[in-house]
């Protein structure tokens, strides 16, 4: 079904209902008293070098678990990164992933305004942290990543990669 995508030169970012997420997968998580609060799908070309260094929120926060399920993209890690100088963060705005027409903020930065923390390159299904600046940015082989953002069940709050941890 993402063959579309690989044959595409350009990056990709659709947000696609949750309800295209399998039953068990579903009640997997609800075993655990989480929910998958909404579904993102990115695909990046091979050479994919033009984004920046972001956050997914429009603050710094450990409260930004993702399960992310990579296709590709065998020689692009994912990389996460220390900001040098706190503030130096520019805003912008991607299309909402919720609200039809709206935007939400981001926060990014160049590459210079970073500090490499840790990269590692994702196959399958991995929890992401994605709340601190991080970026993947591809080399040879073009990836897809389905990325499912996880709320608890009772307070719909987002959680950290630990609150999920404690949960498998
Ligand atoms: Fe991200």
Redesign the pocket.
Same mark, same amino acid.
């Given at each position: 079904m993402f063959n579309y995508m690989f044959d595409s030169s350009e990056a990709i970012h659709i947000s696609h209902p949750t309800t295209a997420l399998s039953d068990s997968f579903v009640r997997w998580l609800a075993e655990r008293n989480m929910f998958p609060s909404f579904l993102e799908i990115f695909y990046l070309p091979a050479g994919c070098t033009v984004r920046r260094i +972001?956050t997914?929120l429009d603050h710094i926060t450990d409260r930004a678990s993702k399960i992310n399920y990579i296709i590709g993209g065998e020689d692009a890690p994912m990389q996460w990164f220390e900001v040098k100088n706190a503030g130096s963060a520019d805003t912008n705005y991607a299309p909402d992933a919720v609200r039809k027409g709206g935007t939400s903020p981001f926060l990014h930065w160049t590459r210079d305004e970073c500090t490499l923390l840790e990269e590692v390159v994702l196959h399958g299904s991995n929890l992401v942290h994605?709340g601190i600046p +991080?970026v993947v940015f591809t080399k040879t082989k073009p990836r897809i990543a389905i990325s499912v953002v996880l709320k608890d069940i009772t307070s719909k709050q987002r959680l950290t990669c630990e609150d999920v941890v404690s949960r498998l």
């Open positions: +972001h997914d994605a +991080h």
